[in-house]
């Protein structure tokens, strides 16, 4: 490290910006080599004169770029685009770069959390933790990121394939000579990758399928988890040996992954039982074919000869009996390696799996069984010194099947709960057997009807029923995850996820349905405690409303309370998981409300659990930005959840912008799957300590209780409340031009309608980010604080301790002032200029500046700085920087949507307009960092 720097933190600006220099120089070639001089200068007039704005408000500056703008025509305008989006794009990617190099460098902790997992384990070790405490620890726990096709990513995946490329040649600079020729010829590398991210469609040409979006998510798969799963372990183990090195147990499996891609058909019609089953067969095909690679890798490694080094009598037997099995077919294959067990094993375990990939007979019946057959192997070499040679070779295979089984990643499936209720009416209808119709019972008389009926040992539907076209999909999907499990496994498909969950019928619905599928087979009558019963589904409420949040205690203690559920959980180990919405809940109360409820929903279901003598399971289904849950870095999430909550397992949902941000390579993933992993060990560990868990302050709770109350009223009393503010939210954001952007599957709203109770979380978020506003992380925040400090005078030193003392409220004070930082009054206000009418525009926005210079008054007060991000250097300099570029894009973009929103739609030009202004929806995302 360069002496000059006192800091990490200084040498990653210092090197950052001489990336960015370095990058921005090639851009500028290539802009002029590919756009021509004229659109170089053009980029360069907008750049400077943002500058010049930014730095002293020169009237002359607004005046000249907003002449800028109005100048270009379409062509000109997706050229000068084109510009700013690649250098986001190369931008983001050198920070990428530096940070992965900034995370290794530190080796000491920011606010006490965990920077590597070798501190993790030394924080273990200070605690008194013995090896039997850590062996009961590392056995518990689970930490399983689940990755959804939610469309946040608004980067096509070939870009960024080309954008990975361009940062494997930046870390091939860094280590290479200045000056020399090899650096030369990767500066040529990177120019024509550059050259090949201009010529690229940087926006969808078509609306992805469902397959295309398994198949982008396969990527990551293939690229990154795949081959990071040994390592992570082998660090995980030093770490833990370092510290605890009389700890000689092999390492349990602690991280899984689960998907939503091709499983979640919440508002989602394209999600078919058909294409749930498509996407496991292509999960299976992708992690059978790695594994068969690995095999043939190990094939040219593992060359020991019998005359060498003796095998095991159970080694040479399996070969014995499978090498004569019939689907073999003849033993001459293995007379081409005479004496080399360990490669006439692999072969056929290599055969088998080939068997396996085309259902022919020999194939592995589970993946378990392919898993001994690498252990016959493993232990073959232990018992003949060969210990370090299976460490270095087989084990990391075993490991990954561990990890990854023949389903690579469980599918979730998730629906609303509506869907569910409109089935049963229908079938409770057709047979007869109710009077009323099913959707008019009161809940207590559905209670008793589904709890009857789910305890009943005859079907409730018929063979051959006459339903509709959504009844026979929601069957089919209960009877097609039963058949994948069959197949593929129990753990292929587990988790059923209810959307909307607002009642104990909600949850008993699924079961009856999934009984249907013989998913939950009731007890036979006379069986003694509930042993008979069987069920293969792990049932999910998902609670997403605030009302809803307030209510979720409530509904499951009723819920651990019935007869029928009390079966299902027994037969699942007691285990419920319950999952949290942080996006919908943010959207219908906004940011303080929605974190205030889900913590206490998480500390009253934890009781709720507890005292039913079930264990908790929460997951956490938070977004990639602050209004949707995310924002800040996943430990810091996990060390401010409630103390006693996690369980030591987790399941949270990773989306959009964030797989691509997190999990890019395998540096990247390390990194943050390692911090997330640390995180979830150092809470569990609270249980060991014979100090009791710290509780929270209960003035703390009232003051919490305090602020939520205002800033719900605050909240929807301008988002809900006003029926102008849908006029003002429709014009002064690219909410319509965004649903013509192709970046997934499924539409925008839950129904046709123009109400924000319809609107999705994400293209809410999304269209506030691109004006640059960002109201759902921060609108109430600031009126909330300001009524309790004025209400009582030592307020402030209170919510001071708060922010000082209290992780989970630093948390959200820290994300908020991070989103503050990012948006921008003065930018809204030209997007604002885009209302028509002047009332609604100017009553609107003067109620929007207001909360928000009240809410950064407010919160410097709390976090006792003079500015925002004051002890956060490194990002206040970087958000300074990035609006140079940003405020070209925001001043294009809202002039295109003056020019679209007066052309007819199919007269000439219009096409090219929207073109336009779907490039700047990208370049504003990328350069935002955020999309939803």
Known sequence: MNSTYTTPQERFLQDLKSQVRYLGNLLGVVIREQAGDNIFELEEDFRKTARELRNCSSENAAHHIEQLARSLDESSALSVMNTFTLYFQVVNIAEQHESVLLAQEIESTINDLPTTMLQAMTRLKETGLSIDDLQKLLSKTLITPVFTAHPTEAKRYTVLGLLARIEMLLEKRRVAKPGTLNEELITEEILAELTTLWKTDSIRRRKPTVVDEVKSGLYYFD?????????????????????????????????????????????????????????????????????????????????????????????LQSISIDSQEPWFGTRKLLELYPGEIYRQKLMLIKFRLEQTLSKQPGQYKAAEEFGRDLKLIKESLNLHNSKRTARHTIDGLIRQVETFSFYLASIDIRQHSERHEHALNEIFQQIGFSQAYYSTLPEDDRISLLTHEILCLRPLTPQGGNWSDETVETLNTFRTVKSLQDEVGLKAIENYIISMTCGVSDVLEVLLLAKEAQLFLPSQPGAINNQQSFSSLNIVPL??????????????????????????????????????????????????????????????????????????????????????????????????????????????????????????????????????????????????????????????????????????????????????????????????????????????????????????????????????????????????????????????????????????????????????????????????????????????????????????????????????????????????????????????????????????????????????????????????????
Not at 239 to 263: C, D, H, V, Y
Not at 273 to 282: D, F, G, H, K
Not at 639 to 654: D, I, K, V, W, Y
Request: overall charge neutral; aromatic content about 8%; charged content about 25%.
């Open 543 to 932: 609670f997403e409303t605030i009302e809803d949040l307030r209510a979720a205690p409530e509904i499951m203690k009723n819920l651990f309370s019935n007869e029928a559920y009390r079966q299902h959980l027994v037969s699942r180990g007691n285990i419920q998981e319950i999952m949290l919405g942080y996006s919908d809940s943010n959207k219908d109360g906004g940011y303080l409300s929605s974190h205030w409820r889900l913590y206490r929903a998480q500390q009253e279901l934890a009781l709720t659990a507890k005292n039913a003598g079930v264990v908790l399971q929460l997951f956490h289904g938070r977004g990639g930005t602050t209004g949707r849950g995310g924002g800040g870095r996943l430990c810091e999430a996990i060390l401010a959840q409630p103390a006693g909550t996690t369980n030591s397992r987790m399941r949270f949902t990773e989306q959009g912008e964030v797989i691509t941000t997190r999990y890019a390579n395998c540096k990247l993933a390390s990194q943050n799957l390692g911090e997330a992993l640390q995180a979830l060990l150092i809470t569990g560990a609270e249980r060991f300590s014979d100090a009791p868990l710290e509780q929270d302050n209960p003035q703390w709770h009232s003051i919490l209780e305090k602020l939520e109350k205002i800033s719900l009223t605050t909240y929807r009393s301008l988002i809900y409340d006003d029926p102008l503010f849908i006029d003002f939210f429709e014009e002064a954001t690219p909410i319509r031009e965004l649903a013509t952007l192709h970046i997934g599957s499924r539409p925008a709203k839950r129904k046709l309608s123009r109400k924000i109770e319809d609107l999705r979380a994400i293209p809410w978020v999304f269209s506030w980010n691109q004006n640059r506003s960002l109201i759902p992380t921060w609108y109430g925040v600031g009126t909330a604080l300001q009524n309790i400090i004025k209400s009582n005078e030592n307020e402030l030193t209170d919510l001071k301790i708060m922010y000082r003392d209290w992780l989970f409220f630093r948390t959200v004070i820290s994300n908020c002032e991070m989103t503050l930082a990012k948006a921008d009054m003065a930018v809204l206000e030209k997007y604002a200029g885009l209302v028509q009418d002047e009332v609604i525009r100017d009553h609107f926005l003067t109620k929007l500046k207001h909360e928000f210079e009240l809410t950064c008054e407010m919160l410097l007060k709390v976090t006792s700085q003079n500015k925002l991000l004051e002890k956060n250097p490194i990002l206040r300099q970087i958000l300074s920087v990035r609006r140079h570029y940003l405020d070209p894009l925001s001043y294009i973009q809202v002039e295109l949507l003056r020019r679209l929103r007066s052309t007819e739609p199919g007269a000439p030009g219009y096409e090219n307009i929207l073109e336009a202004i779907k490039l700047s929806i990208n370049g504003i995302a990328s350069g935002m960092k955020n999309t939803g």
């Open 223 to 315: 690229k990154v988890f795949f081959p990071l799963i040994p390592e992570f372990y082998g660090k995980l183990e030093a770490a833990i040996k370092t510290n605890f090195p009389e700890f000689t147990e092999p390492l349990p499996t602690m991280l899984r992954f689960g998907s939503w891609i091709g499983g979640d058909r919440d508002g989602n019609n394209y999600v078919s039982a058909t294409v749930t089953r498509t996407t496991l067969e292509m999960q299976k095909e992708l992690i059978i074919r790695k594994y068969i690679d690995e095999v043939g890798v190990l094939f040219n490694m593992l060359s020991q000869s019998i005359e060498r080094i003796p095998a095991s009598d159970a080694l």
